[in-house]
């Protein structure tokens, strides 16, 4: 009888050495992980002055190279989406070479709305939404008003202004978007109310601010600026 309870409970301590020494070679967390600490620091409403360079009153286009300078140097992070449409393709002048694609098309998207690829400030690629490749677009345009391949960012912005004004083509332009390369745009003014948000690195304590930057007639009008702190 003594032998027979001997036998299971030593098979039962057998089996919890082994599983002591698999959790000791491979150990599992029991339940979900520790979340980071954030503590909110508080905001600033700025009126007067400026915020890291960007004064108020700054038109639009210097903001911009402002903000870029810090993304070059990895201490912004845009978050959204200012509307990267555009009302009138006059707005796109000295603003093309910052952006990957432009797209032109109705008011909704349809099969024939036209994909444009810049790249090194020049027309890489011509293609429709449904997939057509082209060389030149519109295709039965001639050569000095279609968008061609290879056509440098200033042919095609004055060809953008001709065919824009066409009455074969203008439907065409009830929607003009730049977008792909960063997360915002130079935005239409006619949505101007919408601020620019992004993240700003102190590079100090674990500080981040968020900033959202608001526009009047293309200038800086007021600039919100929320300071959090992460362990």
């Known amino acids: 009888m003594r032998a027979a309870l ?9 089996l919890n050495l082994m599983s002591c020494r698999v959790d000791q070679d491979d150990p599992t967390i029991v339940g979900p992980e520790p979340e980071p600490r954030v503590n909110y620091l508080g905001r600033d409403s700025i009126t007067t002055g400026n915020y890291r360079g960007i ?13 870029e300078g810090y993304r070059k140097n990895k201490t912004v992070a845009y978050l959204g989406a200012v509307n990267n449409y555009f009302a009138d393709v006059t707005d796109l002048k000295d603003r093309l070479q910052f952006f990957d694609w432009l ?7 349809t099969p024939s709305g036209v994909q444009l690829q810049l790249v090194s400030g020049k027309v890489k690629s011509i293609r429709l939404n449904n997939g057509t490749q082209l060389s030149q677009w519109p295709q039965a345009a001639g050569s000095q008003m279609a968008i061609a391949t290879d056509d440098a960012l200033e042919v095609l912005y ?6 824009s004004n066409s009455d074969d083509y203008k439907h065409k332009f009830q929607r003009v978007v730049l977008g792909a390369k960063y997360d915002y745009a130079l935005y239409d003014p006619k949505k101007a109310e919408l601020p620019w948000a992004f993240i700003y690195d102190t590079k100090s304590q674990g500080i981040t601010e968020q900033v959202r930057v608001y ?8 600039i919100l600026v929320d300071r959090f702190q992460h362990y």
């Open 215 to 222: 526009f009047k007639d293309k200038k800086v009008d007021y």
């Open 158 to 163: 004055r060809k953008l202004v001709v065919l």
């Open 6 to 14: 001997f036998l299971p409970v030593f098979l039962l301590l057998g």
């Open 55 to 67: 004064a108020i009153n700054t038109s639009t286009d210097e903001a911009f190279e402002i903000l």
């Open 103 to 109: 797209v032109l098309d109705e008011i909704f998207d």
